[in-house]
């Protein structure tokens, strides 16, 4: 159980367009997704805390107009980053809370494979 | 504001030696300890977990222990196999620290040689 899915894998895309990240709790609701970026031989930066039905939480130093984050169902959180650009490249990973286990005062997050985006 | 600092890596030992990834807190209250493991290419998995003061989380021979004492949540296994090989992450979690966002370890990266 507490399966976590990102689509995709791993996307190319030119500089100056946008590209969209799926993540879906398979097997459970989520009410708070979180989402990471990660660069090379380095630790998870958290980019926004997205809530089911409304707008994301977004760290410090994040520019939320070009990431964009959509969590419209209890199993559906989508990044859109807007006007990619090379700097934009990097690992993006999402993180996923079990409605369930939060009632339960738990924290556990479950996290998805990863999408590696490169902008050429 | 609350952090981890895990030792730096990486860290190559040989298969069958004993493993320690030194790891150290600061956060007010009683947080929740994680350790995640990131195979490559791979996103991150939950290795183990421990919720208050003295609980010892384990899995895959993988263990730790929550010192309150000396803020700490070393990770250990007494015999480590190539497969172990991977980057390791530690974590905290607190519910009043922004709903329970989990704040990471800079990661140490663990290489096992045949």
């Known amino acids: 159980g507490a399966v976590v899915s990102q689509h995709p894998s791993w996307v190319i895309c030119k500089s100056g367009t946008s590209v969209k990240i799926e993540c879906r709790s398979l097997?459970?609701?989520?009410?708070?997704m979180f989402w990471y970026r990660q660069f090379p031989k380095q630790s998870l930066m958290l980019m926004a805390t997205?809530?089911?039905?409304?707008?994301?939480?977004?760290e410090q130093g994040v520019e939320k107009d070009k990431f964009l984050i959509n969590h419209a169902s209890l199993t559906l959180s989508t990044l859109t980053v807007t006007s990619a650009h090379p700097e934009d490249s990097s690992f993006y990973i999402c993180?996923?809370?079990?409605?369930?286990?939060?009632?339960?005062?738990?924290?556990?997050?479950?996290f998805g494979p990863g999408t590696r985006l490169t902008v050429t | 504001g609350d952090s981890v600092t895990q030792m730096e890596g990486p860290v190559t030992l040989s298969e069958e030696a004993f493993l320690t990834i030194n790891c150290t807190y600061t956060?007010?209250?009683?947080?929740?300890l994680f350790w995640y493991v990131q195979y490559p290419g791979e996103g991150l998995q939950l290795l183990l977990k421990?919720?208050?003061?003295?609980d010892k989380g384990s899995n895959k021979g993988f263990e730790a222990t929550y010192r309150k004492e000396t803020t700490s949540f070393h990770l250990e296994k007494g015999s480590v196999q190539v497969s172990d090989s991977a980057v390791y992450f530690c974590?905290?979690?607190?519910?009043?620290?922004?709903?329970?966002?989990?704040?990471f370890g800079q990661g140490t990266e663990l290489s096992v040689k045949p």
């Open positions: 993180s996923a809370r079990d409605r369930l286990d939060f009632s339960a005062g738990a924290y556990e997050q479950y």
């Open positions: 097997d459970f609701q989520a009410t708070t």
């Open positions: 997205s809530n089911e039905g409304s707008k994301a939480t977004y």
């Open positions: 956060a007010t209250g009683y947080p929740s």
């Open positions: 421990a919720t208050k003061a003295d």
């Open positions: 974590a905290l979690s607190r519910l009043n620290n922004q709903g329970g966002k989990l704040i």
